[in-house]
């Protein structure tokens, strides 16, 4: 895995977990609009008990996935940290510590930091050459 993969890790899960929190948003929605139908035609056993409870139940399982990723997201949040802490200049952390922990722009990255941006991409490659990936969570 190189630097880049490794840092770019939490972006990926974060972009997933927000995913997934959209997908119970529109569950939520779409069980506020389930209604019950009353029939005295006889139900098939094998059919589902209600719509609702079919969504319900999705949302469940959701919202156990999304602990799930929270909770990956953190671990690799702090082996990241722990790798961008490694690297012996200041300036370099700052950079990584905006893109990879913050999410912002290099665009954004170069404002704030009162670089151009050419100054703030070479900054990069000799930043990303200063993570060392420790990919066993260690």
């Not at 939490?10 to 139908?37: P, V």
């Not at 990255?109 to 050459?129: C, E, N, P, V, W």
Request: with cysteine; proline share 1%; charged share 30%.
């Amino acid at each position: 895995m190189t630097a880049l993969d490794f840092l770019s890790q939490a972006y990926r899960l974060d972009l997933r977990i927000d995913s997934k929190l959209e997908q119970i948003n529109s569950l939520n929605e779409l069980a506020t609009k389930c209604t019950a139908t009353i029939s005295d035609m006889p139900r098939s056993p094998n059919q589902s008990i209600s719509s609702m409870a079919d969504t319900v139940a999705k949302i469940v399982d959701l919202q156990i996935e999304i602990d799930h990723d929270i909770h990956q997201l953190i671990d690799i949040k702090r082996r990241i940290v722990a790798s961008i802490k490694a690297v012996d200049n200041k300036e370099f952390q700052t950079l990584l510590e905006l893109r990879f922990l913050c999410g912002c722009t290099w665009e954004e990255i170069a404002i704030k930091m009162g670089f151009s941006i050419q100054h703030t991409y070479r900054m990069r490659d000799r930043a990303l050459k200063k993570i060392v990936v420790n990919e066993s969570g260690e």
